[in-house]
């Protein structure tokens, strides 16, 4: 907790000792109110006071119970600023380092984790700092100040305050020994929670094609009951604290009262009226004290949640980033859109066994090198290795000539133009979402735009829309088929304009004729570029430069498809599987 805090500008700082000055003041107030209280009280009983007397320390106390009011107003809008403005910052912070994270990183954090800590944590530690501020500083100062005023007034009301104290620290101290651990795993339940309900939503028309609603709702009932199983008993517990609270505070006056009461029928006339006023100001202040050590429990029960959301924040801004920035900014060599493998091997940072092993080639600009092998042969993971969302176990991969380690990432980046395995869409118009190829910002030209949908294929089912490029398209792309959400990001590559293309598997949801009409587009207008494509179709792949065949993660063929159809039978295999020898011989 106290390494976020850290995160305080001077203007939080300032917050922070404007609202100690406001608290102490309230406090000052809060605890002279007794004082007048007492003055009444002997003014009440003594012969010959007059109403204007009694009125005038009235008329102090609604001052002090006023100017108290002011402070804690103002002081609750600055403890709102300062905990508001802190999660704002926090939660920037945590979508940053996440923006940043390689795949490793958010391999190790699941999607559900990284939003529950995103939103639930975050509020938990701004809820403990909104209402931390106000009893963490006031709470000490009135117990103190309290104590110091009450001190010299009876040993005997001193040691029934002290007693009560005592028997309310013992409860909290059980309180807190029982709920702790458990609001530890309230926060990893809250995950468990989100990710079923994520799965949940995005399979939902998987869930339904299968009628398997009933066994999603009792998957989600299991961790449903083990989460409020668990807040049940935390708030059972806590429930206890207030019922003990008001019952200290109640025992308390009664044994001031009832200890006082002898002590007023032992002591002389002449004393007894003080002593009466010495009553009614230490149960006050008594009062004062407990509800110092009340405020305390507050922020014992509200600080191991917002504990353990800090330490889940903490977990994820501390994460090393494995793949680190280079220093290359600017093009070093003449070898544009050149990508060479050497010698390459890898494995998965959790992992045991190498993925790929000992892979070498050359993709020289202007030229399409095509990969294919079986389901789990490496190829995505092959391709993933040039734009770094791993980084290689041995080896080098080399674009342009150099070590892609040595560029920075936002440098390699954007001389690749990248096609996922799985379209991802976003949330905005057509025309948003293809120009978002532009670092995000969408300032290609509209002109640019249409062409590169025209050369994907796209402008027929776009032209057709009801606010053509304009039109909206769904997170996800879920208003939207397959096929046309593989086309617009392919849109999206091209109106990068990059030197190389990386396209992983982009033409499964194509029909045949759509494909084959795309790539002799694509090829006309990426003449210039170097095309690296993952495929399952042959089809796809029959006019490629050079064909790598993977098998078990090792290259096993490399060559042109006639070359191949000679020398590699996983080719061989490959290819007789999806279309007859003529349709070969002829591609």
């Given amino acids: 907790m106290l390494k976020l805090l850290k995160d305080f500008t001077k203007k939080d700082y300032l917050i922070i000792f404007i609202a100690i000055l406001l608290i102490v003041f309230q406090v000052w107030l809060d605890l002279k109110l007794p004082d ?61 380092k996440v923006e940043n994270f390689g795949m490793e990183e958010i391999n190790k954090f699941s999607t559900s984790s990284l939003i529950t800590r995103t939103t639930n944590d975050v509020t938990n530690i701004q809820m403990f700092i909104s209402m931390g501020l106000q009893m963490l500083i006031k709470a000490p100062i009135t117990a103190v100040w309290a104590v110091l005023k009450i001190l010299n007034k009876s040993w005997q009301w001193s040691a029934v305050t002290g007693v009560a104290v005592l028997f309310l620290l013992v409860t909290v101290s059980i309180l807190m020994f029982l709920v702790l651990p458990r609001f530890k795993r309230v926060q990893s339940l809250i995950d468990n929670i989100n990710g079923l309900t994520r799965e949940n939503l995005t399979g939902l028309r998987v869930v339904r094609a299968f009628n398997a609603e009933e066994y999603q709702q009792d998957k989600f009932e299991v ?11 935390n708030q059972r517990a806590m429930a206890l604290m207030s019922p003990v609270m008001y019952l200290i505070m109640n025992l308390v006056t009664l044994a001031i009262y009832v200890v006082g009461s002898h002590l007023i029928d032992a002591t002389g006339m002449a004393d007894k009226i003080t002593l009466f006023g010495n009553m009614v100001v230490f149960s006050s202040y008594a009062m004062q004290v407990i509800a110092s050590f009340l ?19 903490a977990e994820v801004l501390d994460s090393r980033a494995h793949i680190k920035d280079g220093n290359i900014n600017t093009d070093t060599t003449d070898k544009k859109g050149e990508i060479e493998f050497k010698n ?9 066994e190498y993925v790929l092993k000992n892979i070498s ?13 079986s389901t789990g042969s490496g190829k995505t993971t092959l391709i993933n290795l ?9 080896g080098e991969v080399l674009v342009d000539g150099v070590n892609v380690k040595d560029y920075s990432q936002n440098f390699l980046h954007n001389k690749l133009g990248y096609v996922p395995q799985r379209a991802v869409m976003f949330s905005g118009s057509v025309n948003y979402n293809v120009s978002y190829g532009d670092n995000g910002k ?38 939207i088929s397959g096929g046309q959400k593989q086309r617009l990001a392919i849109a999206r590559a091209i109106a990068r304009s990059p030197e190389i293309y990386i396209f992983d598997d982009s033409f499964s949801a194509l029909d045949y004729k759509t494909d084959f009409m795309l790539r002799d587009e694509l090829n006309k207008y990426t003449k210039d570029s170097t095309n690296i494509i993952v495929a399952q179709r042959i089809g796809t792949i029959l006019n490629a430069d050079k064909i790598i065949v993977l098998e078990n993660g090792e290259c096993v063929g490399m060559g042109t498809h006639k070359e191949l159809l000679e020398n590699c039978k996983v080719y061989q295999e490959i290819a007789y599987s999806q279309l007859s020898k003529e349709e070969l011989e002829n591609g």
């Avoid at 103002?74 to 926090?90: D, E, N, P």
């Avoid at 961790?223 to 008993?233: H, I, R």
């Avoid at 390459?344 to 045991?352: A, E, I, L, M, R």
């Avoid at 089912?461 to 879920?478: L, W």
């Fill in 344 to 352: 390459v091997s890898f494995k998965y940072p959790d992992g045991d």
């Fill in 386 to 394: 040039i734009p770094r969302f791993y980084d290689v176990t041995e």
């Fill in 361 to 373: 080639f050359t993709a020289k600009k202007g030229e399409t090198v095509a990969i294919i092998g």
């Fill in 36 to 96: 007048y209280m007492s003055e009444i009280t002997v003014l009440v009983q003594t012969e010959g006071s007059q109403m204007s007397e009694i009125l005038e320390q009235g008329g102090y106390m609604l001052f002090c119970a006023g100017g108290s009011l002011v402070s804690a107003i103002i002081v609750g809008y600055l403890a709102s600023l300062l905990s508001a403005s802190f999660s704002r910052t926090l939660m920037k912070k945590l979508f940053e």
């Fill in 223 to 233: 961790g449903n009951k083990e989460l409020t199983g668990t807040q049940l008993f």
């Fill in 295 to 313: 405020m305390l429990a507050v922020i014992f029960i509200m600080y191991p949640r917002a504990s353990v959301s800090a330490d889940r924040i």
């Fill in 442 to 479: 969408g300032e290609i030209p509209e002109e640019k735009i249409k062409k590169a949908i025209s050369i994907a294929q796209a402008t027929d089912f776009v032209e057709k829309m009801p606010e053509k490029y304009e039109s909206h398209i769904a997170q996800g792309g879920t208003n």
